[in-house]
């Protein structure tokens, strides 16, 4: 077995532990002998392992495949999967350079944690693409999602700079288990939007059609 002990310093040490029973020559028990061996270190590593497997390094947000993953155990409760692009990304990387550029989407990674309902699943997609597997929701979606699109929109403080992004969303509903076709209707949704300069675009069976 394994159990967790507190040792003098006041750190956790996870212990995995071995106990014979110890028999004399007639087949009694004489005792149980217990062995313990301390695998702090490898349990660390263990989840360490699993943190960058499951979750992104920069900005701790969910990993695409994982985020897929998860989403297939969800069942088939209605659900909206957003799509968020940043507009001139790229510009702003050139600019400003790297740094700053990672230290903005650590930014919008934050905001899009605090501004998600309950129960909602976040991830980052890509560079400057992010997703949000939402629950079904007290108010209108379309609300939601302006308001969602204004606070995004804020602009952003990162050492001294004042940067404000122009953000599109593509949106397609679904059920919360189907996210994989979600997140492809949401690009398609944002891929026509950005076409038309509209910056909150739902899903329509007729873009389904050009797929």
Avoid at 82 to 101: C, K, P, T
Avoid at 134 to 154: C, F, K
Wanted: aromatic fraction near 4%; charge should be negative; proline fraction near 4%.
């Amino acid at each position: 077995g394994e159990y967790c002990l507190v040792d003098a310093s006041g750190q956790g040490r996870h212990l995995e532990v071995t106990r014979v029973d110890v028999p004399d020559d007639d087949g009694n028990s004489l005792g149980i002998l217990t062995l313990s061996r301390d695998i702090t270190g490898l349990r660390t590593t263990q989840a360490q392992l699993q943190q960058e497997q499951h979750y992104d390094s920069l900005t701790g947000l969910l990993k695409l495949s994982h985020f897929l993953q998860t989403s297939r155990h969800l069942g088939t409760r209605k659900a909206s999967l957003l799509l968020v692009d940043l507009q001139h990304f790229r510009e702003i990387n050139d600019r400003f350079g790297i740094r700053v550029a990672d230290r903005l989407l650590s930014q919008v990674a934050r905001r899009l944690q605090q501004l998600a309902p309950p129960q909602s699943l976040v991830c980052r997609v890509a560079a400057d693409d992010f997703a949000m597997l939402l629950p079904e929701l007290a108010e209108p979606l379309a609300d939601w999602s302006r308001r969602l699109q204004g606070e995004l929109m804020v602009p952003y403080l990162v050492e001294d700079h004042r940067i404000q992004i122009p953000v599109f969303l593509g949106i397609a509903h679904g059920k919360a288990n189907d996210a994989e076709r979600l997140l492809s209707h949401a690009e398609a949704a944002l891929a026509q939007g950005k076409r038309q300069q509209q910056h909150c675009t739902l899903f329509d069976p007729e873009l389904n059609a050009k797929l």
